[in-house]
């Protein structure tokens, strides 16, 4: 009788554990579906005390949810450029006999100086302008194939600095740092955003790299650096946060509204990506974040 | 003083709006304006007339012609008349075309919008060089560095490959 009861107590206790431990599985579950809703596909789950099996399981979908982030961000950069594509050949075309029959009609004798002038003038000046806004986007456009190799980050970092000298750089990327990149398409990039804070009033960057901590990635060849790219000057407002990195929008008076949404593109194309940061670096009022890959050695 | 006005240029290409462009543009540079909306008949056109410049469009639309692209025509044109200078008129970001072109046998191109005095000087340019006659000397030097260069700087199989001495081509070195 005894042994009935012990054996039906450990039965019962068993599926109790089993129970318990569904639960706790249906609660991974419903905050991946949280995050998921949410439109954040970053999440990343811990994997620790999870027996072997389930452990695989929540990698996967922890590294599921990067790709899907990362198929997200490209498809939108794909459409843009698309789009971009298209509208850069026709308005180019068009603007073509816009601008040089005003061109010539302005060196016309009967033009010259008479009251046509002015208006023929504003026909001839607005269609280069047009032009010109139009010609920053072919850059969007003509997809370059990066040259991957290695880059030394610091002296990078070194050189910007130098060409900005009324800014004050300080970084705690250590000498030397090797990252996989497109030297070039990596320069503009730091580049653009060094341009950017210094037109927004910004006196010091700072720049902050840490390497990301796979604990499940560990057959991975390649890792990231997470570059922290932060300047003191003016913030940017909560409305302009959703459209920072689309093309054709910009808040400055003279600006192009390529240079973030051309950086994001430069960044993915090299494997990288470029957002703003969640949670600005100290004494920053705008932060970005670049994911460089880097060869672990 | 202006100096007299180049002969004939042939323009085509099949955008009204750009023809009109062309002939305000032009018709101070050039004797003749001449243009085509369609290059199909081209070569009957320049067997007729005589034509010192052709300025061809490489965008046209599908279905305008015959089919046949740009660089179909231009390499009719340079078969038939390989003395004639053809200029490309290309879209905007379609340089990878120009380029070909080039290798066909264009001797420049202009992407659309253009400027209208760039324009006339690259196609002045391109009739200018075509009356230089480079002279023996220049030819010579350039062929002599030519030879050296192949050679990768080794004079003896230099001047082997030119068919003169050594001696000879130090000579001429010298004079260079």
Redo the contacts between chains.
């Keep these: 009788m005894p042994l009935l009861i012990i054996i039906a107590i450990i039965i019962v206790a068993a599926v109790l554990l089993w129970l318990r431990h569904q639960r706790i599985l249906r609660q991974r579950a419903w905050l991946m579906r949280e995050a998921i809703n949410n439109r954040d596909f970053s999440f990343r789950l811990p994997t620790k005390g999870l027996p072997s099996g389930e452990r695989a399981m929540q990698e996967t979908l922890n590294e599921l949810g990067n790709t899907i982030r990362e198929q997200v961000n490209q498809n939108e950069v794909d459409t843009w450029e698309r789009l971009t594509r298209v509208l850069t050949h026709e308005i180019m075309n068009a603007t073509a006999p816009i601008s040089s029959i005003s061109q010539s009609l302005l060196s016309h004798p009967d033009v010259k100086g008479s009251e046509f002038e002015d208006g023929v003038k504003a026909i001839y000046d607005t269609s280069r302008h047009l032009s010109e806004f139009v010609s920053n986007y072919r850059k969007m456009s003509e997809l370059e194939q990066p040259m991957l190799g290695p880059v030394e980050l610091h002296a990078m970092l070194d050189d910007i600095s130098r060409t900005y000298p009324q800014l004050t750089l300080q970084t705690n990327v250590p000498n030397p740092t090797t990252v996989r990149a497109d030297a070039g398409m990596l320069r503009q990039v730091l580049m653009n955003l060094v341009k950017n804070a210094a037109e927004a009033g910004a006196q010091k960057i700072v720049i902050e790299a840490t390497k990301e901590e796979d604990e499940g990635l560990s057959k991975a060849k390649t890792r990231t650096l997470n570059l922290f790219v932060g300047n003191d000057g003016a913030p940017i407002p909560a409305e302009n946060r959703p459209t920072l990195f689309v093309p054709f929008f910009t808040t400055k008076r003279r600006g192009s509204g390529i240079g973030l949404p051309l950086s994001r593109r430069m960044m993915l194309q090299q494997g990288g990506l470029l957002e703003l940061a969640d949670r600005p670096l100290l004494g920053c009022h705008v932060t970005f974040l670049l994911n460089i890959p880097y060869n672990r050695e | 003083m202006q100096k007299e006005k180049y002969g004939t240029i042939l323009v085509i290409d099949d955008?009204e709006?750009?023809l009109?462009?062309?002939r305000?543009?032009l018709s101070n540079t050039f004797q003749r304006v001449l243009t085509m909306t369609s290059p199909d008949s081209v070569l009957t056109v320049l067997n007729q007339e005589v034509v010192n410049l052709v300025l061809l469009d490489m965008?046209f639309s599908l279905g305008v012609n015959t089919g046949q692209d740009g660089l179909f025509w231009l390499r009719a044109i340079r078969k038939h008349h390989p003395e004639l200078p053809i200029v490309l008129i290309t879209?905007?970001?379609d340089v990878s075309l120009a380029v070909r072109g080039l290798k066909s046998g264009a001797s420049d191109f202009i992407?659309?919008?253009?400027?209208?005095d760039e324009l006339v000087r690259k196609l002045k340019d391109v009739l200018d060089a075509q009356n230089d006659l480079a002279t023996l000397d220049e030819v010579e030097a350039e062929h002599i560095q030519r030879a050296i260069d192949r050679c990768h700087g080794n004079m003896k199989l230099a001047a082997e490959q030119l068919g003169i001495t050594r001696q000879t081509l130090y000579n001429k070195m010298k004079k260079l």
């Design positions: 955008n709006a750009i009109t462009a062309l305000y543009c965008n879209a905007y970001a992407t659309k919008p253009w400027d209208n």
